[in-house]
């Protein structure tokens, strides 16, 4: 007991004194699963928009793997991404392997399906007399769908907030892509990790530290997100 409690005060020392190699690895951390977000909501938004406004064969079928994509297992994507990444891969001459770039695109695929499919939801759950008060304005089709897209912004927020929590948290399919090199691709979860089997439990503490109030502010955030729609609504 009273070395964890030796251990975390050092660990609160090493965040005090503003540490470069504790640093670095926040920001790194930081910066991947802040652009994997980007690209995950740039095309998650309007897949789930698509599919809650516009039918065509099969789009059930299609919710369905969405959903089913939301419980995608870290490690096989990794795997996938890996063998893609690979030297001998598909785009192996892009060099990207054991890069920041493939962390990003290996938590953009994690964060994706949650966007997607929470977007369909909340877009899919706009009251029905809201839509059809649009459309008995004389709303063109493209005009109705901007307007229904709009009335559920904030459920489409909360889904980007999701995915985010989701790609922050990562740390099997980053570990087989990104390599966890220290100074280059090292995150915070991989670092965790790393620490831990070293005995280095100061810089692990510290990183879990941040990762735990990193945690807590986007479950506030989301939980804020989810209030401010229901008293829209």
């Given at each position: 007991?009273?070395?964890?409690?030796?251990?975390?005060?050092?660990?609160?020392?090493?965040?005090?004194?503003?540490?470069?190699?504790?640093?670095?690895?926040?920001?790194?951390?930081?910066?991947?699963s802040g652009l994997a977000v980007v690209a995950a909501a740039a095309l998650g938004v309007p897949a789930g928009a698509g599919l809650a406004l516009v039918r065509f064969?099969?789009?059930?079928?299609?919710?369905?793997?969405?959903?089913?994509?939301m419980g995608l297992p870290p490690v096989v994507v990794g795997l996938v991404v890996y063998l893609i990444l690979s030297r001998s891969g598909p785009m192996g001459f892009l060099?990207?392997?054991?890069?920041?770039?493939?962390?990003?695109?290996?938590?953009?695929?994690?964060?994706?399906?949650?966007v997607a499919a929470?977007?369909?939801?909340?877009?899919?759950?706009?009251?029905?007399?809201v839509k059809d008060a649009i459309r008995s304005l004389g709303a063109t089709t493209s005009q109705a769908a901007r307007m229904i897209v709009i009335e559920a912004r904030y459920a489409i927020l909360a889904a980007v907030i999701a995915g985010y929590g989701r790609a922050a948290a990562e740390v099997g399919a980053v570990l087989m892509v990104g390599g966890n090199v220290?100074?280059?691709?090292?995150?915070?979860?991989t670092a965790i990790a790393l620490e831990t089997s070293r005995g280095d439990f100061e810089l692990a503490l510290a990183l879990g530290i941040v990762l735990l109030f990193l945690s807590l502010v986007v479950n506030l955030a989301l939980r804020a997100v989810q209030k401010r729609g229901a008293l829209v609504r």
């Open positions: 007991m009273q070395e964890m409690a030796s251990s975390l005060a050092r660990a609160f020392e090493l965040l005090l004194s503003l540490d470069p190699v504790l640093y670095g690895i926040i920001f790194l951390s930081l910066q991947v064969p099969g789009r059930e079928a299609v919710v369905s793997l969405l959903n089913t994509f060099g990207l392997l054991y890069s920041p770039t493939a962390m990003i695109v290996a938590q953009t695929i994690l964060a994706f399906p949650i929470l977007t369909h939801a909340g877009i899919a759950s706009v009251d029905p007399i220290e100074g280059y691709s090292r995150v915070m979860t």
